[in-house]
């Protein structure tokens, strides 16, 4: 299996900037860690991808939690991801299988909630709606109405055959002239950027497909390789049973001689003894 990659660079005839991705290493412990099936392994990944897109576009330090919420079966999925591909991503049903005439992979109609998060302080929420579409659509209409630059988007995320996680976010640089955006969007009109075959090999021969279309050289800025990343730890644990305070901590006490508690995203167990707890409240 080949290590995960991420490229930012740009297209300076376009000025266009952009972030590919294999991810499929990240996706797999994910998938693994969290017990993940059919559709909503699906939604996991490609949330995971989105929410590293959406960190791209902000400035460094700052991680994004992308948050789905729909009437669908799923119900809600969240991904985390910083600028450097740190990711994480769990969701309520584990093993939703959603009918093939389901576009939303059951997850259906709702909210798109994004938080930028600077370390543990809330920098920016918004929210747009989670529309009935293919969810590339959805994070395209959150991106649009949120900046305002162009983008493209393509996700390749495959949780059952060849098992990928990879994509590409192409994004204008502030005062692209139109004319340059339209030669641009001519360009991409010759590649199926919904297809599997984009992404059939590495990122590289992606970014050769692209090369082609758009007559132009891509430059790398940055490289990295992305990871799977939870940030739990037994102190946060600790942080987390002080806010329910005393008398509730005391009650599980009393009901299971102790305190366990598994980390949604990681799957990591933390227990505390009786010990442990009445020390966090002298
Ligand atoms: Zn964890």
């Not at 995971?48 to 999925?77: C, H, P, W, Y």
């Not at 389901?102 to 370390?119: A, E, P, Q, S, Y």
Request: include cysteine; hydrophobic fraction near 40%.
């Amino acid at each position: 299996m080949k290590d995960d990659i991420y490229k930012v660079g740009i297209f300076e005839d376009y000025n266009f900037r952009f972030l590919i991705t294999d991810c499929t290493n990240t996706y797999i412990e994910t998938m693994k860690r969290n017990s993940l099936e059919h559709s909503s392994a699906n939604l996991v990944g490609k949330s995971m991808l989105a929410s590293f897109f959406l960190a791209f576009m902000v400035k460094e330090g700052i991680a994004v939690n992308l948050q789905l919420e729909g009437d669908g079966e799923i119900e809600r999925v969240i991904a985390y991801s910083d600028r450097i591909g740190r990711m994480k991503g769990h969701t309520k049903h584990r093993q939703i299988l959603a009918g093939v005439e389901d576009v939303t992979l059951g997850i259906g109609k709702g909210f798109f909630r994004v938080t930028r998060w600077g370390g543990s302080h809330k920098i920016h929420q918004s929210v747009t709606k989670l529309d009935k579409i293919p969810f590339e659509q959805n994070l395209i209409n959150y991106i649009n109405e949120s900046d305002q630059l162009v983008s493209f988007v393509s996700l390749y995320v495959d949780h059952e055959n060849e098992i990928s996680a990879k994509g590409i976010i192409l994004q204008s640089l502030p005062f692209t002239e139109q004319k340059v955006i339209d030669k641009l969007m001519d360009g991409i009109s010759n590649i199926d950027l919904g297809t599997k075959e984009l992404f059939a090999t590495d990122i590289s021969y992606t970014l050769d497909v692209l090369e082609k279309a758009l007559d132009s050289k891509a430059t790398i800025l940055e490289e990295g390789k992305p990871e799977f990343y939870c940030g739990c730890s037994m102190q946060k644990i600790k942080s987390a049973i002080v806010s329910i305070g005393r008398d509730e901590a005391y009650s599980i006490l009393e009901e299971q001689g102790e305190i366990e508690m598994i980390c949604e995203f990681c799957s990591e167990k933390y227990v505390l003894d009786a010990e442990e707890v009445r020390l966090l409240f002298i």
